[in-house]
């Protein structure tokens, strides 16, 4: 889900942090928005230039801090016009994504699919310490690669949970194609419907900051030794206990690692 800044017309006005934390290193804020293709687009109360239903826009670097954004889109309707609105909670270096077309007309999941490298891939599992001994959790699994992966390079079961019938579907086919199907289990779940305290040692995630930060309770019942690991995003404002960067044609995927025992709180062991 790494996306390439694309610097809008308008660019996201820089607002005083909620919570300062020092200067520090300045990064940009990357949020991309969808909406109704026609209906008028408010940035903090201010129209911003519309073209087609996606546009991402970039702030200028800022220091570190929280950040508000308030979003709007006015729908007309039979019953008149209607404004829809998203707060969002960003930090520097945060790319986010927000969907403010009707909920029919979003895709099933919560995030736009976007392949992961496989470069990233199996950075991501040796970053985790994967041995054939774990159970691989990849929620949001997309094509399947990241459990498929763990499977073959490493001898270990992984299960893969996605919500969109047709990501199962070609997760399913890739598990067949790779020959791996004694190993790999592909199921169509809720992510935020799924009992982590039993069942995996490692987590994996490509998802957004804030289904990030919503996943944080589940993710804090995991059992003693279990590690979670994130590509690209981060996990609330809990501090990594490692942190790599891998090159890509596609640009720098940041990947984050915690041990269970940092996300409930009990220090790095």
Sequence with gaps: ??????????????????????????????????????????????????????????????????????????????????????????????????????????????????????????????????????????????DGRIPITAAKAYGCKAVGFDLDPERVKDSRANVRKNGVERLVTIDRRDLFQLDLSQGPTVVTLYLLPRLNARLLPQLRKLPPGARVVSIAHRMADIPPDQHIIIPTELGEFDVYLWKAETLRGLGRL
């Design 1 to 142: 889900m790494q996306r390439k800044a694309i610097v809008a017309a308008s660019l996201l006005v820089g607002l005083v942090p909620a919570l300062s934390i020092g200067q520090g290193d300045r990064r940009t804020i990357t949020i991309e928005v969808y909406w109704p293709e026609g209906a008028p687009l408010l940035i903090e109360g201010r129209e911003v230039a519309r073209d087609g239903p996606m546009r991402r826009f970039v702030s200028p670097p800022m220091p570190p801090g929280q950040y508000t954004y308030t979003i709007q889109a006015i729908i007309t309707g039979p019953d008149g016009p209607k404004t829809v609105t998203e707060r969002v909670n960003v930090r520097p270096g945060d790319f986010e994504s927000i969907d403010l077309r009707e909920p029919g007309r979003r895709p099933i999941g919560d995030v736009e699919y976007e392949p992961t490298p496989q470069s990233v891939v199996d950075a991501a599992l040796r970053l985790a310490g994967v041995t054939a001994r774990d159970v691989v959790w990849d929620l949001g699994c997309g």
